[in-house]
């Protein structure tokens, strides 16, 4: 009966641990979710948008041709706190296709001075990275309804 007792005892007494342990590995893992996500709250920085007059381009945005544009969608500028400098966007609406306009940017950076980081050409969706003065220009150019365009240029 004693030798009973005493295992009923053990047994009893190695659940309570480990139930003990799991509960402490939960408290554990909601702490560490908490502590990362207050760390991410901290690190995230919202930018102040800064919204250009209609059918205007931002201040300082390159003197750059407007490809086939049909309307100006967007035209704004990104102020992060802290920072010196702004991002500005432009996004249009273009007559040309998603291949013309590929081929006008690149033809037209080298024609003016421009530098080619970076492109990729695809018949939906293409890309080219221009750099003057060490300031890089996005151009993004996705294909639109029928053989129209859209493009994002980011400054």
Do not use: C
Request: no cysteine; hydrophobic share 35%; glycine share 4%.
């Amino acid at each position: 009966l004693l030798v009973a007792l005493v295992f009923i005892g053990l047994m009893w007494f190695a659940w309570w641990r480990v139930n003990r342990q799991i509960d402490n590995d939960k408290q554990n893992s909601l702490n560490l979710k908490s502590k990362n996500e207050k760390q991410i709250k901290e690190n995230i920085v919202t930018p102040k948008i800064i919204q250009v007059a209609e059918d205007e381009l931002p201040q300082s945005f390159p003197d750059i041709v407007l490809s086939g544009k049909k309307e100006l969608t967007s035209s704004y500028a990104l102020k992060y706190p802290g920072a010196d400098q702004e991002q500005k966007v432009i996004d249009f609406t273009s007559s040309n296709s998603v291949k013309e306009n590929f081929a006008f940017y690149k033809d037209w950076a080298g024609k003016n001075g421009w530098h080619v980081l970076h492109e990729l050409d695809n018949s939906e969706e293409s890309r080219i990275i221009i750099e003057q003065d060490k300031k890089p220009l996005n151009i993004t150019i996705k294909k639109d309804a029928g053989t129209s365009s859209k493009v994002n240029m980011s400054w």
